[in-house]
């Protein structure tokens, strides 16, 4: 049974070159491809180059990754909002976490962080989350940070040899006066 690591557990900060052998681990996990948009492997050069890159302004880059890390330092994984869209004041977010901090409340805690910042501060009126409907754990997490099932994106998600739908998942916020 996981536990929900309480928001205090863990920081969130932007991504610095010393994270690159962690970012290359995680984005080279052939496990997590399935559940985002890569289906090759990174080169430590090209991730270097994103690193150095990024300005960690969703406004300049319209997506902000973000690095999970323990109170204690440790790495755990990354979180990204991104296809942000200011005019319609949305964005998409996802969570990926290492296999061997899964279920310890980490992912969620994060969720729970970035949904905050998305409301108070930039002021999205809703964040989405595309989820391969057979992934349960992924369904599971979204649903305990308080997504809900808008609707089910028929054959969204190929595997290499079938197709899956996606649940579309929302998190709406009142409107701003």
Sequence with gaps: MSHKAPVDEIVMRAIEPEDLDFLYTLENDREMWMVGETNVPYSRFTLNNYVMSTSSDIYADRQLRLLIQKNDGKPVGLLDIFNFDPRHRRAEIGVAVVREERDRGYGHAALLRAIDYCHRI??????????????????????????????????????????????MMNVFFEKNT
């Design 122 to 167: 930039i002021h999205l009126h809703q964040v989405y989350a595309l989820v391969d409907e057979n992934n349960k754990q992924s369904v599971s997490l979204f649903q305990s940070a308080g997504f809900k099932t808008t609707c089910v994106i028929k054959d969204w998600v190929y595997d290499g040899e079938h197709y899956h739908d996606a649940l």
